[in-house]
């Protein structure tokens, strides 16, 4: 079982629409918890932490549940320029596993 | 400020050779890693260090070596490159303050 897991995708979805992606960790040790955003060919780029609290950015929003060892994000009103790989990220002391990540497609 | 570097970006080795993968940060970052990123996948890690003169493995160590000399630097070395090592490779320095990694921008590695 992989240690990180999130649904491939992709997800196609036009403009101005909401979309979450779930993503799930099998560590119950993980401490920390990022979305990262990796457009093509290029590097992954941190999008947000993820805090137990939840918490929001703009239009995206990101969730925790420990209990269930459960990530989400949330993005509102989708720009074209959203169009990327998302990826879940758990970390214990700063050994961070990653996700497959989420394709998403923004249509006009 | 240039965060972190990798060189080359793009290499094509032949089976059997070998060479160094550079990576240079400037932000006093103790903790470095390298990860390889195969198409489709997620990211893996090789190697890490959490200051110089310590490494440690990571999850697929196997064909590969690591040194870590000073705080900035930290290369990553294939001995005997196989086409199983053909992959995007990355590596990245965490700070607490942003709490998180920076990338650097990734070095195309391809054996045949």
């Known amino acids: 079982r992989k240690e990180v897991e999130q649904d491939p995708g992709p997800f196609n979805v036009p403009e101005g629409a909401t979309v979450a992606f779930n993503c799930t960790y099998s560590?119950?040790?993980?401490?920390?918890f990022f979305w990262y955003r990796q457009d093509c060919r290029k590097e992954p780029k941190l999008l947000m932490s993820?805090?137990?609290s939840g918490n929001e950015d703009g239009r995206f929003t990101a969730q925790l549940n420990r209990a269930s060892q459960y990530i989400s994000l949330l993005i509102r009103d989708s720009k074209l320029s959203d169009s990327a790989t998302y990826l879940c990220?758990?970390?214990?002391?700063?050994?961070?596993?990653f996700g497959a990540g989420t394709r998403l497609t923004v249509k006009p | 400020n240039a965060g972190v570097t990798q060189t080359p970006k793009f290499r094509i080795l032949k089976i059997g050779q070998s060479m160094t993968l550079q990576c240079t940060q400037d932000m006093n970052h103790n903790y470095m890693y390298w990860y390889r990123q195969d198409p489709g996948m997620g990211l893996k890690l090789i190697y890490y260090s959490v200051g110089a003169g310590i490494t440690d493995k990571g999850e697929v160590p196997n064909g590969y070596n690591v040194s870590r000399s000073t705080t900035e630097d930290f290369p990553l070395r294939l001995e005997l490159a196989a086409p199983s090592q053909t992959s995007v490779y990355f590596c990245a320095s965490f700070g607490i303050v942003l709490g998180g990694y920076t990338f650097g921008s990734g070095t195309r590695l391809t054996v045949v």
């Open positions: 993820v805090y137990s």
């Open positions: 990220v758990a970390s214990n002391n700063n050994d961070m596993r």
């Open positions: 560590n119950s040790a993980s401490q920390s």
